[in-house]
């Protein structure tokens, strides 16, 4: 799942693209469900700084971490 349209967004273009490919990797390989669900999406934040949120549904990290 992710949404039609995203921000334009000032970053490392290779760092950014490396932090995606890691989540997403992650994502599948540490998901043991049926069927595995990856969602990306993002959101406007304070000052102009957009968060960007990637969800699955595995057994997830807690809390502290």
């Known amino acids: ?5 995203w921000p334009t967004v000032l970053a ?3 760092l950014l693209k490396q932090i995606f ?3 997403l990797a992650n994502g599948v390989k540490f998901n043991h469900s ?4 990856l ?3 993002w959101k406007q934040g304070r ?3 957009i968060t960007i949120i990637v969800e ?10």
Not at 34 to 37: G, L, R, Y
Not at 56 to 65: K, L, R, S, V
């Open 1 to 5: 799942h992710t949404p039609s349209k």
């Open 12 to 14: 490392h273009e290779h």
């Open 21 to 23: 490919q890691n989540l």
């Open 34 to 37: 049926s069927p595995k669900v």
């Open 39 to 41: 969602k990306v999406n």
């Open 47 to 49: 000052h102009g700084f």
């Open 56 to 65: 699955d549904n595995g057994i997830g990290i807690p809390q502290p971490y």
